[in-house]
């Protein structure tokens, strides 16, 4: 038994606005790199990308996949010892948004499957292509109920596990205010008890929806939504168990003590957290909101609600109420954020940035080891001192957050500012 890290919403490369570098090798090595064992393989409903993932992958343990030997071991060799051994498996998965009438409103919801084998792929799709354009999108769209495409999955394979994505958010969440539900019961009916999982997307985490009684009863997860391979792991789940389908996905449908928890953003940084109007340059808590009427001062037309607001709609519990049977929960900041943070630069691709990733990474470990179990004195004393006291900041929780709007993400920083960045580089530097 051990602690897996499972990234379950993934996308490929024939999904729109996603990376050329979204194929297997490109999952499998940042994969590697940040320190994840499971990873979805996303988008199987797209014909081409299911040839590829029956051309690229084969079965490993019950229900899991791997990339064969041949394509892993030109990567592996090109990975530094710290990660190289680093078990990476695959699980068919497939985001899919529907858009259908219910209760007199268009819903336009985006859920997550999981399957434990292709032939249970070959007979979802067999269905969903006589309903709708697979080819056109690796997460294609569907004029279906939701509830019946959790019918469809279930009688694909019995084992599915079926999760609505992201739900708090505006558009195309469960709960979102834009186009979503108040109550699971309403979206899914007499299927609700098959619902056995969510997910929190960015802007939200597993204590903004204790505070919801609806949810009760329900496996909290994270997952990345990532659109390329460097976004892997963003947030992420955390079970107990062997690397098989049942122990993995066993754990996320009972919720039992093998589910340990998630890995999650900051939610503030997530693009929806606050209300707001992106071109109006205006973001605002909840109390403002209700201040302003939900009108943007700017422009007078309604502001964007976003998931806190949609979520004290809903919420049954005061803030801070913490479950019995909590799960734990960790909070990260993507080490390339921290790096380049520390660098005083916004871009976490420039060539600086990169070369000191890499560097920690051949030293200390994965990237997931080095923000969460590495300790603080080991970093120190690899020759990180400023990253040893971001790290320790951010374990503590001491961050600067600045709330996520409208499609804009927010901000989270180690440091107040650049004075108190540079002050505190200038105080390492005489030490």
């Given at each position: 038994?051990?602690?897996?890290?499972?990234?379950?919403?993934?996308?490929?490369?024939?999904?729109?606005?996603?990376?050329?570098?979204?194929?297997?090798?490109?999952?499998?090595?940042?994969?590697?790199?940040?320190?994840?064992?499971?990873?979805?393989?996303?988008?199987?409903?797209?014909?081409?990308?299911?040839?590829?993932?029956?051309?690229?992958?084969?079965?490993?343990?019950?229900?899991?996949?791997?990339?064969?030997?041949?394509?892993?071991?030109?990567?592996?060799?090109?990975?530094?010892?710290?990660?190289?051994?680093?078990?990476?498996?695959?699980?068919?998965?497939?985001?899919?948004?529907?858009?259908?009438?219910?209760?007199?409103?268009?819903?336009?919801?985006?859920?997550?499957?999981?399957?434990?084998?292709?032939?249970?792929?070959?007979?979802?799709?067999?269905?969903?292509?006589?309903?709708?354009?697979?080819?056109?999108?690796?997460?294609?769209?569907?004029?279906l109920d939701s509830k019946e495409l959790l019918r469809h999955a279930l009688e694909a394979n019995?084992?599915?596990?079926?999760?609505?994505?992201?739900?708090?958010?505006?558009?195309?969440?469960?709960?979102?205010?834009?186009?979503?539900?108040?109550?699971?019961?309403?979206?899914?009916?007499?299927?609700?008890?098959?619902?056995?999982?969510?997910?929190?997307?960015?802007?939200?985490?597993?204590?903004?929806?204790?505070?919801?009684?609806?949810?009760?009863?329900?496996?909290?997860?994270?997952?990345?939504?990532?659109?390329?391979?460097?976004?892997?792991?963003?947030?992420?789940?955390?079970?107990?168990?062997?690397?098989?389908?049942?122990?993995?996905?066993?754990?996320?449908?009972?919720?039992?003590?093998?589910?340990?928890?998630?890995?999650?953003?900051?939610?503030?940084?997530?693009?929806?957290?606050?209300?707001?109007?992106?071109?109006?340059?205006?973001?605002?808590?909840?109390?403002?909101?209700?201040?302003?009427?939900?009108?943007?001062?700017?422009?007078?037309?309604?502001?964007?609600?976003?998931?806190?607001?949609?979520?004290?709609?809903?919420?049954?519990?005061?803030?801070?109420?913490?479950?019995?049977?909590?799960?734990?929960?960790?909070?990260?900041?993507?080490?390339?954020?921290?790096?380049?943070?520390?660098?005083?630069?916004?871009?976490?691709?420039?060539?600086?940035?990169?070369?000191?990733?890499?560097?920690?990474?051949?030293?200390?470990?994965?990237?997931?080891?080095?923000?969460?179990?590495?300790?603080?004195?080991?970093?120190?004393?690899?020759?990180?001192?400023?990253?040893?006291?971001?790290?320790?900041?951010?374990?503590?929780?001491?961050?600067?957050?600045?709330?996520?709007?409208?499609?804009?993400?927010?901000?989270?920083?180690?440091?107040?500012?650049?004075?108190?960045?540079?002050?505190?580089?200038?105080?390492?530097?005489?030490?």
């Open positions: 038994m051990q602690e897996l890290v499972v990234d379950l919403h993934v996308h490929s490369h024939f999904s729109r606005a996603t990376s050329k570098d979204c194929d297997f090798e490109g999952l499998y090595r940042w994969g590697k790199l940040k320190g994840i064992h499971v990873i979805g393989t996303g988008d199987f409903t797209h014909p081409a990308w299911f040839s590829e993932m029956r051309e690229k992958l084969e079965p490993a343990e019950g229900g899991l996949f791997k990339l064969r030997d041949e394509l892993a071991a030109p990567i592996d060799s090109a990975l530094p010892p710290s990660v190289r051994d680093q078990t990476i498996r695959f699980v068919p998965t497939v985001e899919i948004a529907t858009i259908y009438s219910k209760g007199g409103r268009v819903r336009k919801l985006h859920q997550l499957i999981v399957l434990p084998s292709f032939e249970a792929v070959s007979k979802l799709n067999a269905r969903l292509e006589r309903i709708g354009n697979l080819k056109a999108d690796g997460r294609p769209i569907l004029g019995p084992d599915a596990l079926y999760i609505p994505a992201h739900i708090w958010t505006p558009w195309f969440g469960m709960f979102g205010s834009k186009s979503g539900f108040d109550a699971i019961e309403e979206a899914y009916e007499e299927l609700t008890p098959e619902i056995r999982a969510i997910e929190t997307g960015l802007s939200s985490d597993p204590g903004m929806n204790w505070r919801v009684e609806n949810l009760d009863g329900i496996t909290i997860t994270s997952h990345s939504d990532a659109h390329s391979p460097g976004k892997l792991g963003r947030e992420a789940t955390v079970v107990r168990g062997a690397l098989s389908y049942q122990d993995v996905i066993g754990a996320i449908k009972s919720g039992d003590k093998r589910f340990v928890g998630t890995i999650e953003f900051f939610p503030e940084e997530g693009k929806y957290h606050h209300d707001g109007h992106r071109l109006c340059n205006i973001r605002f808590s909840p109390a403002e909101t209700k201040a302003h009427d939900g009108m943007c001062p700017v422009c007078g037309k309604p502001l964007v609600v976003g998931v806190e607001n949609r979520l004290q709609e809903l919420a049954g519990r005061s803030e801070g109420f913490k479950p019995k049977n909590a799960k734990r929960v960790e909070y990260i900041i993507p080490l390339a954020e921290v790096l380049a943070e520390l660098r005083g630069t916004k871009s976490t691709s420039g060539k600086a940035v990169q070369a000191e990733y890499h560097e920690v990474l051949e030293r200390l470990g994965n990237e997931f080891d080095v923000l969460r179990s590495v300790p603080v004195e080991a970093i120190k004393a690899a020759g990180f001192k400023l990253l040893a006291l971001a790290i320790d900041r951010l374990r503590r929780g001491q961050v600067v957050r600045e709330p996520g709007y409208d499609g804009v993400y927010g901000t989270i920083k180690v440091f107040q500012n650049a004075n108190e960045r540079i002050a505190v580089t200038d105080q390492l530097s005489l030490l």
